[in-house]
Structure formats: structure tokens, C-alpha cells
Nanobody
Framework: QVQLVESGGGLVHAGGSLRLSCAAS????????MGWFRQAPGKEREFVAT????????VYADSVKGRFTISRDNAKNMEYLQMDSLKPEDTAIYYC????????????????WGQGTQVTVSS
């Protein structure tokens, strides 16, 4: 099993930045790709970004492209999401996810999930 714990959420003004972190533990050797998803109030959870094991392949949702940057540090079993130029519509609970296969934006394909961290962007 793999355990994922997110941190770094909080309250920020529009235009500001936050950096989310995700710490993985347990059978981390089984992880190949990781991702970030988010769920806004009253909406379904949606894809944000995903990254391959090597970090060489990254995919972003159109809504965050150019503003968010996903990265990972395999030596530390960490994944990050740098969020810049935040907008009120970015307000959501952000979830870290991991899977044994290749990168995909399909959340149903992820094996492991964190509990989420709240990000609130005020206007």
C-alpha cells in the first residue's frame, strides 16, 4: 500500500501563489506516475496535472496551463504543485494521487489518494 499526505493549502488573494506538497510513504517503489486533482464546492472532482516517474512527461488541464507547475522528487518521495496567478475559480480541495501505470488524466485509473488540502483564493 501507498499512503499520500498533502500539505501547503491555505488562503491567498487572487494573483498570489501557493505550493502544494504531497508526501508518499509505504510501497513507493510501486509508484510510476502521480497527479493532482481538485474538487470545488458543488462540483465533481476534476483533473489538474499529472507527471511521469522520470518527470519528463507532464500533462495539464487547460484551465491551469501556464499558471501551475507539477514536479516530483523521487529521492524524497515527494510531489509538488506550484500554483501561480491564482484565481478565485481555483478554490477547491486539492488531492494528490498515484498509480502504478503511465500518466493519465483519468482519475478512475489512480490507485492511491490523499485526504486533500483546502485552497481558497479570495477576490
Amino acid at each position: 500500500q501507498v499512503q499520500l499526505v498533502e500539505s501547503g493549502g491555505g488562503l491567498v488573494h487572487a494573483g498570489g501563489s501557493l505550493r502544494l506538497s504531497c508526501a508518499a510513504s509505504g510501497r513507493t517503489d510501486s509508484i510510476r506516475s502521480m497527479g493532482w486533482f481538485r474538487q470545488a464546492p458543488g462540483k465533481e472532482r476534476e483533473f489538474v496535472a499529472t507527471i511521469s516517474w522520470s518527470g519528463g512527461s507532464k500533462v495539464y488541464a487547460d484551465s491551469v496551463k501556464g499558471r501551475f507547475t507539477i514536479s516530483r522528487d523521487n529521492a524524497k518521495n515527494m510531489e509538488y504543485l506550484q500554483m501561480d496567478s491564482l484565481k478565485p475559480e481555483d478554490t477547491a480541495i486539492y488531492y494528490c494521487a498515484a498509480r502504478a501505470g503511465a500518466i493519465t488524466p483519468q482519475q478512475s485509473q489512480y490507485d492511491y489518494w490523499g485526504q486533500g488540502t483546502q485552497v481558497t483564493v479570495s477576490s
